[in-house]
């Protein structure tokens, strides 16, 4: 059977690491500013109707590839779906003591993401304008984020933390840009913080509740996607994204999955399961191992490529 599901009781239990955690972080996170890093004497007046052209970007030399681009689109749309992720994640925590707190802590160093992001494209003009307001307003229209119970939460955020923070720094590597590689960094620096926050307090939770925590760590794995629902021809974007090695399987196994999953939790080694959490811990392993494969014939392929280049 699995462990216990009231999510009063496990919030009640984990409250002292969660302001653990809130003080962690707020000791180590670094305040910055948006407008420092948007290089605003790039920019000039966006004319209405004006139809923009790859050759408007101003990118300090650089030129942008479609894959980069795409990254650079589905990025922002993901911070600027912000109040929905607002809404999953208070609804998970509550509002009251360090786990509201936290929340919108998170919330508004969130905010900022959207704001340099945004302000360095329009600056720059690296990406079409139109394109990205259109994205937006169905995005954000639609509302749609994931919105799993609170143990499922615990493991499912701090996956996808890791993951924004690997997009981030990734598409920032390949700009080409100094100035836009830095503001990429800077929120995945952000981002990184974020992951430990819930990573640790995954763990916690696994030691709370190793039955409850290995159901949902099992299903997370399984059913884990970078958010992109809601996002106009997001199939297409994600191809190229994979395509150019910012986010892929291979990524996604060796820099997610295997760090946190098999080495920060253990799953492996976890004890003291029984009935459902271990069948999910079997399940866990075996599907690690087939993301292993697919991983190492995502980095055969990739070298072959690179060999006949």
């Known amino acids: 059977m699995v462990g216990r599901v009231n999510e009063t009781e496990i919030l009640n239990e984990l409250t002292p690491v969660a302001e653990q955690l809130l003080e962690r972080h707020l000791a180590t ?3 910055w500013f948006p ?3 948007v290089p605003y004497s790039r920019g000039r007046d966006h004319v209405p109707g004006e139809v923009w052209s790859e050759d408007d970007a101003d990118l300090g030399g650089a030129t942008l590839s479609p894959e980069v681009r795409s990254a650079l689109l589905v990025n922002l749309l993901t911070e600027d779906n912000l109040p929905y992720y607002f809404r999953s994640v208070e609804r998970m925590f509550g509002k009251d003591g360090a ?8 919330t508004a160093e969130e905010g900022r993401h959207a704001m340099a992001i945004y302000g360095y494209l329009m600056t720059t003009r690296a990406i079409d304008p139109v394109e990205l307001e259109r994205s937006r307003m169905a995005q954000v229209s639609g509302g749609y984020t994931p919105d799993p119970p609170l143990h499922e939460g615990f493991i499912y ?3 996808q933390e890791l993951a924004t923070r690997i997009a981030h720094r990734n598409t920032g590597a390949l700009l080409g840009d100094p100035v836009g590689y830095e503001v990429m960094k800077r929120v995945g620096s952000d981002e990184n913080l974020h992951q430990l926050f819930y990573r640790d307090l995954a763990a916690a939770a696994i030691e709370a509740d190793p039955n409850l925590m290995m159901v949902a760590m099992e299903k997370q794995v399984r059913n884990f996607a970078m958010p992109g629902v809601g996002i106009p021809d997001f199939d297409r974007h ?9 986010y892929d399987l291979q990524i996604h196994h060796e820099q997610i999955l295997a760090p946190v999953v098999l080495r920060q939790w253990n799953a492996a080694s976890i004890s003291g399961l029984s009935g459902d959490g271990a069948a999910a811990q079997e ?6 191992a087939t993301s292993e494969r697919v991983a190492r014939r995502y980095a055969d392929k990739r070298a072959a490529t690179l060999q006949n280049a």
């Open 29 to 31: 996170s670094k305040e």
């Open 35 to 37: 407008h420092e890093y």
């Open 99 to 106: 786990w509201g707190a936290w929340v919108r802590r998170w």
């Open 157 to 159: 955020l701090a996956l």
């Open 238 to 246: 994600a191809r190229l994204i994979a395509n150019a090695g910012i």
């Open 283 to 288: 399940r866990l392993m075996k599907r690690m």
